[in-house]
């Protein structure tokens, strides 16, 4: 083939015409966007094939997606990976740090940014621009499989502990992708399921994270969800990505979309996307087409082209960053053990805690094979996991070797067929395990041999597949029996039982919480979690974390529990799409998904209606004791100022995390939740007899409640009463307060039912 050579002449000709052209960084975008093509711009608004192109080969496995280069205008391409609890690489390590349900269970929004910040400097390294991350969708269902990498059923928890995990990436000079807005609740049918709910519900619930997140973080990117919402795709929803999102929200940055190419790109564009992820040539050409036939104006991708630069001048490679791809594993672990141990949540202690290094039998499957993290886009490949056995032995304690032997060689014991049975339900990471069933005689002989019992029970999920009722969220019989047969021979020889809990997300508790003498959540702790339990579970870390969700006493307990696909036996391991009425499913729960519980998710709906629970939110046990006093709120201005001091009154020094919940008089509507959190602190370490007063500041607008009617929030007068505690159901001091005069706060038209 004959090659081109070209002459002194061409050469100048090409850096003439290049040198023509706008450059990134030096003119202004508005001249970059005004000189493109319109095919150049629907290059640059969707996402580049990361196989082709210049940047072939350079690009790393597991990366989530990059925008395009176009070099004439010396626009590099950008690259998000993947996920809320460390960067998703197949071919290298990262730390994978405690997952979102942890670190929400921390009340710590200085944990939340420590994550962050870690997260920014192994983006850096790994040359990466955007993580996508937070997942801050509300855990309205204790089933959603991806409930381990969201925070909370509550908005306020959820949204302050994004925001400052966003701060702490957006630190490093690293973006962000608050995901996924919105109302993406269930992962059956993530990707057509039409969660429907009221506008009030979407309002102080669903987007209501979102909108206090964007208060206090600017995150770079917002992802739109997969789901309908009220029979509109999100993606294309001009009243959820422009009225709320952009106009009462005030969002300037990026809407990127969620991974699918399947929507109707000119109404997504019109509607507000921005960026479609992860892109494909035929999305490039239907921009094209649309622009041709009109059903696509030039503004809006004037627009979408506009943040898309807006958002690569930002990134670190545009500034120059190069991957050196070294990680620095050491500052990495530490964060995450440090982390771990502040959001584990002790349930239960009746004396057996803290422990002392003893000889000790290590019960459970998980106990050697700790679950750090779930599956999915939030599946990390870290360098290492320390199961809890190794942390148990790395703080002193001596682990009965047969039993270790058994657990060990677990695979041998469990058939092929309940392998490959399990092995079906993932996505990206690793299948859930069933428990090792142990013979009694061996359990009374462990009893006669070591102090103390020690059993972990597990549960892992993921991304596109949601957990079974009957066989997740409960205890299956042989974990049942295991809890049973050790309790029953250890109490018989004057021993404790201490019971681990490794789980994505709720289980059922009180059918046998009354058997062990100490319970730790621990949830998925990262890949230090061995260590971090060990810490806990001998003092070296006083426990404080606090429940982000309730455990129910049964899963049907929950007001709307029956409107989600709790019994959906999947033969798949990514459920994103199931086309129920091809394959003969219901379409209740499938193809749409009631939201019938409307504001009443969670606490907002046990404590309205006392119905009892196994654990309520923001439960959790210490080593020492606090009390508090000088509770106090005043009106000032537009927001009322609020503070406790509280004292360290136990033997050991601890933290003790801080709600501060509002009850509001009903004014205009007929139904309020008796309570509900509108800020969260948390002590530093507190030495015994120590005190700290926290104060909250709360604008006034925040204890509105939505009019659907009138489109507004309402701030009733009256009397209001303010609680401190994290555990709204025993509070440990409260104050009243007035506010004399109704308020109400005008929104554009919000995001009305689509039917
Ligand atoms: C997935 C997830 C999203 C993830 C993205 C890129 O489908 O829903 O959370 O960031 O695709 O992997």
Redesign the pocket.
């Known amino acids: 083939m004959k090659r081109f050579f070209p002459t002194l002449a061409g050469i100048c000709l090409l850096c003439a015409a290049a040198a023509a052209q706008p450059q990134l960084g030096k003119d202004s975008i508005q001249q970059i966007v005004k000189a493109m093509t319109a095919e150049e711009k629907a290059l640059l608004v969707v996402g580049a094939n990361m196989d082709e192109g210049p940047w072939k080969g350079q690009i790393l496995s597991g990366t989530?997606?990059i925008t395009c280069a176009l070099d004439k205008y010396g626009i590099p391409y950008t690259v998000?990976m993947?996920?809320?609890v460390g960067i998703?690489l197949y071919d290298y390590n990262t730390t994978c740090f405690p997952t979102g349900l942890l670190t929400a269970a921390s009340w710590d929004k200085e944990a939340a940014y420590r994550i962050g910040e870690a997260i920014g400097e192994e983006s850096i390294a790994m040359g990466n621009d955007v993580i996508?991350?937070p997942?801050m969708n509300i855990l309205r269902n204790p089933l959603n499989g991806?409930n381990f990498?969201y925070f909370a059923e509550d908005p306020v928890l959820t949204g302050l502990i994004a925001a400052a995990y966003i701060n702490g990436v957006q630190s490093k000079g690293v973006g962000t992708?608050a995901?996924?807005f919105a109302a993406?609740s269930q992962e059956t049918n993530?990707l057509d399921g039409d969660s429907r709910l009221d506008t009030r519900t979407l309002r102080e619930i669903y987007t209501k994270a979102f909108e206090l997140c964007l208060r206090d973080s600017d995150p770079w990117t917002v992802?739109a969800?997969?789901n309908y919402l009220n029979g509109e795709y999100t993606q294309e929803s001009y009243d959820l990505l422009t009225k709320i999102l952009r106009n009462d929200f005030g969002y300037k940055g990026l809407v990127v979309t969620?991974?699918?190419g399947k929507r109707n790109t000119p109404k997504q564009l019109h509607a507000g996307s921005d960026l479609f992820?992860?892109g494909s040539p035929k999305q490039t050409a239907h921009i094209l087409e649309s622009l041709e036939n009109g059903s696509l104006k030039m503004e809006d991708l004037d627009r979408a082209a506009t943040k898309v630069l807006e958002l690569i001048v930002k990134t670190p490679s545009f500034k120059g960053n190069r991957p050196s791809l070294k990680i620095d594993m050491e500052a990495g672990a530490k964060t995450a053990r440090e982390v771990a141990g502040d959001g584990m949540v002790l349930l239960k202690n009746d004396g057996a805690l803290p422990a002392s290094p003893a000889k000790t039998a290590l019960f459970g499957v998980y106990s050697y094979d700790l679950i750090q993290g779930g599956n999915?886009?939030?599946w990390v490949n870290s360098p290492h996991v320390v199961s809890l056995a190794e942390g148990l032995q790395n703080a002193g304690f001596t682990l009965d070797g047969d039993l270790a032997e058994l657990y060990k060689g677990y695979d041998a014991f469990i058939t092929q067929d309940v392998k490959n049975n399990h092995k079906i339900n993932v996505h990206v990471g690793v299948a859930q395990k069933p428990e090792l069933e142990i013979t009694r005689p061996l359990i009374e002989r462990s009893a006669k041999d070591n102090d103390l019992a020690v059993i972990t029970i597990g549960r892992i999920s993921g991304?596109?597949r949601d957990r079974i009722m009957d066989r997740e969220f409960l205890l299956q019989k042989n974990e049942l029996a295991l809890i049973e047969d050790v309790c029953k021979a250890y109490h018989a020889a004057g021993k404790k039982v201490v019971l681990v809990l490794n789980i994505c997300s709720p289980v059922e508790t009180a059918s046998w919480k009354e058997k062990p003498d100490a319970i730790l959540c621990a949830w998925l702790p990262g890949q230090e979690g061995g260590d971090a339990i060990a810490d806990v579970l001998t003092g070296k870390v006083n426990p404080s974390g606090r429940l982000p969700m309730t455990f129910p006493n049964d899963y049907f307990d929950a007001e709307g529990a029956e409107n989600f696909p709790y019994n959906f036996i999947s033969d798949r391991a990514n459920e994103?799409v199931v086309h129920p009425e091809r394959r003969g499913l219901p379409l209740k729960n499938i193809a749409y998904t009631d939201y019938s519980e409307g504001i009443y998710v969670g606490y907002r709906y046990f404590n309205t209606n006392n119905k009892a629970v196994s654990y309520p939110f923001g439960y959790g046990l210490s080593y020492t004791s606090f009390e508090y006093s000088s509770p106090s709120v005043k009106l000032r201005g537009n927001d009322i100022v609020a503070s406790v001091t509280v004292t360290n009154t136990g033997s050991v020094a601890g933290r003790e995390a801080v709600g501060l919940y509002i009850s509001a008089p009903l004014g205009s509507f007929s139904d309020k939740p008796s309570v509900e959190l509108k800020e969260f602190g948390k002590t530093r370490l507190l030495q015994p007899g120590e005190s700290e007063t926290l104060s909250f500041t709360v604008p006034v607008r925040q204890l509105a409640s939505f009019n659907s009617a009138a489109s507004r929030w309402e701030t009733a007068k009256g009397g209001y009463r303010a609680y401190f505690g994290a555990n709204a159901l025993e509070p440990a001091a409260e104050a009243a307060f007035r506010i004399g005069s109704a308020k109400t706060y005008k929104v554009s038209r919000a995001c009305e039912p689509a039917n």
């Open positions: 989530g997606g998000m993947d996920g809320p998703r996508l991350a997942g991806r990498e992708s995901k996924h993406n993530r992802m969800s997969y969620d991974w699918t992820m992860g999915g886009a939030a991304e596109g994103s």
